[in-house]
């Protein structure tokens, strides 16, 4: 009975740590909301161009350069986003990467490409 028990318990505990392992493996600023992965980011806004929204953050001590191509309404009320006005300030940016079809010169739809869609927006300072 006892042997019974000890096996029952350690199954438990391989159980509990495989399962923590495995959540502890995914980022902590991204969750899976249906099939759309939501991520977060604190990142300086440098400018918007014909490719989109840029911000800069440092990941690995590297800095690095993020393209958002569309935001959502409620956040260009908010913030204007197409002027030089908010240049250099920082932000904690709500995303989602999305599919969305391209069109060839040919006027024929490509295959889905990702894009960077914010969908929330914050003042660091």
């Known amino acids: 009975m006892k042997k019974k028990i000890l096996i029952m318990?350690?199954?438990v505990l391989v159980l509990f740590v495989s399962l923590s392992s495995f959540?502890?493996?995914r980022s902590q600023n991204q969750m899976k909301i249906g099939a759309q992965e939501?991520?977060?980011?604190?990142?300086?806004?440098?400018g918007y161009s014909a490719n989109g929204y840029r911000f800069t953050t440092y990941i690995n001590d590297e800095l690095?350069?993020?393209?958002f191509q569309k935001v959502a309404d409620g956040v260009l009320s908010k913030f204007d986003l197409k002027s030089n006005k908010l240049i250099n300030y920082s932000f904690n940016i709500t995303y989602q990467r999305q599919?969305?079809?391209v069109a060839t010169t040919g006027g024929s739809?490509?295959?889905a490409e990702q894009?960077?869609?914010?969908t929330k927006l914050e003042n660091n300072y």
């Open 23 to 25: 959540n502890a493996q």
């Open 38 to 46: 939501v991520n977060t980011m604190d990142a300086s806004y440098i």
């Open 109 to 111: 739809n490509s295959d």
């Open 64 to 67: 690095q350069i993020f393209v």
């Open 115 to 118: 894009i960077n869609v914010i």
């Open 99 to 101: 599919s969305a079809k």
């Open 9 to 11: 318990a350690f199954s």
